[in-house]
């Protein structure tokens, strides 16, 4: 079991930045995959940045190439998400998952556990 809270969320005006921790506790943290998801209102869970469990593999959408980069602290059994150059697109509930697959995966079913999530909210 592994549990996940997600911290760092916030109000930001457009172009702006924003650090988003995951912190996780119970088994080792670096026995997993970590990944980043997002759902803004009336939409599905959509997909937004993994890396393996080593750190070695990156996977980022489309969407936000360029301008998030995730990265983890095995050492801290921490996790993160720094978010550059926000729009107001990027306003959603932002969760990290934990996937037993070690190596990223954009399915949230090969993800076993779940944070409560973190609102990010972008002004235009």
């Known amino acids: 079991q592994v549990q996940l809270v997600e911290s760092g969320g916030g109000l930001v005006q457009a172009g702006g930045s924003l650090r988003l921790s995951c912190a996780a506790s119970?088994?080792?943290?670096?026995?997993?995959?970590m990944g980043w998801f997002r759902q803004a209102p009336g939409k599905e869970r959509e997909f937004v940045a993994a890396m393996s469990f080593n750190g070695k593999s990156i996977d980022y959408s489309d969407s936000v190439k360029g301008r998030f980069t995730i990265s983890r602290d095995n050492a801290k059994n921490t996790g993160y998400l720094q978010m550059n150059s926000l729009k107001p697109e990027d306003t959603a509930l932002y969760y990290c998952?934990?996937?037993?697959?070690?190596?990223?995966?954009?399915?949230?079913?090969?993800?076993?556990?779940w944070g409560q999530g973190t609102q990010v909210t972008v002004s235009s």
């Open positions: 119970g088994r080792s943290f670096n026995m997993y995959a």
């Open positions: 998952a934990a996937s037993t697959t070690r190596w990223p995966t954009r399915s949230p079913n090969d993800y076993s556990y």
